[in-house]
């Protein structure tokens, strides 16, 4: 069992930026990949960035590349998403997300998720 707790949402204005961090439970954490998704009002929930369990492989959605960075520290269980050059479409509910033993893009191979944060950039 893996519990995820994200932090780090807020309002900002357009062009700034925040960093998520999602911190995970659990002895194993570097035997997941992990991922971070979003879910805008009456949208369905996509994923914006994944990260392998431990070589580093990454991938960005199309809408974020070049503007957000996905990272992790292992020793610290935590998994973190630099968002920069904020624009008012970021706005969403941000969600971590851990695969067993996988990189993967697909939501539905995601097995523990966290609670969500909520990222409001106003123009």
């Known amino acids: 069992q893996v519990q995820l707790v994200e932090s780090g949402g807020g309002s900002v204005q357009a062009g700034d930026s925040l960093r998520l961090s999602c911190a995970a439970s659990?002895?194993?954490?570097?035997?997941?990949?992990m991922g971070w998704f979003r879910q805008g009002p009456g949208k369905e929930r996509d994923i914006v960035a994944a990260?392998?369990?431990?070589?580093?492989?990454?991938y960005y959605a199309n809408s974020v590349k070049g503007r957000f960075t996905i990272s992790r520290d292992n020793a610290k269980n935590t998994v973190y998403l630099q968002m920069n050059s904020l624009k008012p479409e970021d706005t969403a509910v941000y969600f971590c997300?851990?695969?067993?033993?996988?990189?993967?893009?697909?939501?539905?191979?995601?097995?523990?998720w966290g609670q969500g944060t909520q990222v409001t950039v106003s123009s």
């Open positions: 990260i392998s369990p431990s070589d580093g492989r990454t």
């Open positions: 997300a851990a695969a067993a033993l996988r990189f993967t893009i697909r939501t539905a191979a995601y097995d523990y």
């Open positions: 659990g002895r194993t954490f570097s035997s997941y990949g």
